[in-house]
């Protein structure tokens, strides 16, 4: 958003979600794993196959490891670089909620639901964590963005515009995708179908 709010929103992201990732050791099994297969895809000088332990691992998509990757070559290698991912991505969700809140209700709605999304419990811990959830949540985030402002267009769009829209619509997908897998895709087609079927809506 290209506003101070915005600006400060962003900012807040990181202010309430720093504390705690440099200090803390990686924890539980997923972040250790995602960690270390970064590491050995760095190892290799390997993008597209993750590896982990020496073995392929495929349990998630690379996304997450490429964006790891960009943070161990700038910041070395430590918890923050392998966290830092999670924290971006929490705040850039927490933009596209404040865009989404301003076009559904008010700019200042929209910015007050982008402070609600980071202070609840499930953003507080996500939001700090070496895994693909927050990735994955920015994509499904940007992709209801996309069909909310489809469906609820006041008029039709010119062909740049159209073509813009489906740019954000498609990057959203992938971003979805690309950190986990088709679930991103499955939440979103779902509650299209449950919008424009039961009720008879119409796209």
């Excluded at 559904?104 to 895994?131: D, E, K, P």
């Excluded at 959203?172 to 679930?183: E, M, Q």
Aim: aromatic letters at 14%; hydrophobic letters at 50%.
């Amino acid at each position: 958003m290209r506003s101070l709010p915005g600006f400060l929103l962003f900012v807040f992201s990181f202010l309430i979600l720093i504390p705690g990732t440099v200090t803390l050791p990686l924890m539980d099994r997923d972040e250790p794993r995602f960690a270390q297969a970064t590491l050995e895809m760095m190892e290799t000088e390997q993008w597209v196959i993750p590896y982990f332990d020496g073995e392929y691992r495929f349990d998630k998509p690379p996304l997450t490891y490429w964006w790891m990757r960009i943070h161990y070559l700038i910041l070395g290698k430590g918890e923050l670089a392998a966290r830092l991912h999670s924290i971006f991505a929490a705040g850039l969700t927490a933009l596209v909620i404040a865009r989404l809140g301003g076009f559904l209700y008010t700019r200042r709605a929209g910015i007050l639901a982008g402070f609600g999304f980071l202070t609840i419990t499930q953003t507080l811990v996500h939001g700090r964590l070496c895994v693909a959830d927050m990735p994955m949540i920015l994509g499904l985030t940007a992709t209801m963005d996309a069909f909310v402002r489809y469906l609820f267009r006041e008029s039709e769009w010119s062909r740049g515009e159209a073509w813009g829209h489906l740019l954000y619509l498609a990057s959203a997908l992938a971003v979805g995708f690309l950190a986990k897998g088709p679930i991103a895709w499955i939440v979103p087609c779902l509650a299209i179908a449950l919008y424009v079927w039961p009720f008879g809506r119409g796209a």
